[in-house]
């Protein structure tokens, strides 16, 4: 079966990391471009982060850069995000998708996206 999901969310304190996984099964993930996506509540969907098909190039929401990474390996057909120094603000669902292109742009259009994973950060 195809499967695209999302893990590695949960609780942590202001000031603490998290590292999300985007895995893929059934088809593999070297000619898609892959985009973090979240939503916080009230909010409408929010592009975090983007990584190429290739991982040559990335692009991140002002809000997150210096402090999260995108990475991607594809022999795992696995796209990570690393988050440091979270705070309230970066309360969220964080959704994972991907698209058949080797560019990254905030106004693609995605192919596929994962269930999401909760990420709360709350003293």
């Known amino acids: 079966q195809l499967q695209f999901v999302e893990s590695g969310g949960g609780l942590v304190q202001p000031g603490g990391s998290l590292r999300l996984s985007c895995a893929a099964s059934?088809?593999?993930?070297?000619?898609?471009?892959i985009g973090w996506f979240r939503q916080a509540p009230g909010k409408e969907r929010e592009g975090v982060s983007c990584?190429?098909?290739?991982?040559?190039?990335?692009i991140y929401a002002d809000s997150v850069k210096g402090r999260f990474t995108i990475s991607r390996d594809n022999a795992k057909n696995t796209v990570y995000l690393q988050m440091n120094s979270l705070n309230v603000e970066d309360t969220a669902i964080y959704s994972c998708?991907?698209?058949?292109?080797?560019?990254?742009?905030?106004?693609?259009?995605?192919?596929?996206w994962g269930q999401g994973t909760q990420v709360t950060v709350s003293s």
């Open positions: 998708a991907a698209v058949f292109v080797n560019i990254c742009a905030w106004d693609m259009w995605y192919d596929y």
């Open positions: 059934g088809f593999s993930l070297d000619s898609y471009a």
């Open positions: 990584i190429t098909s290739s991982g040559g190039s990335t």
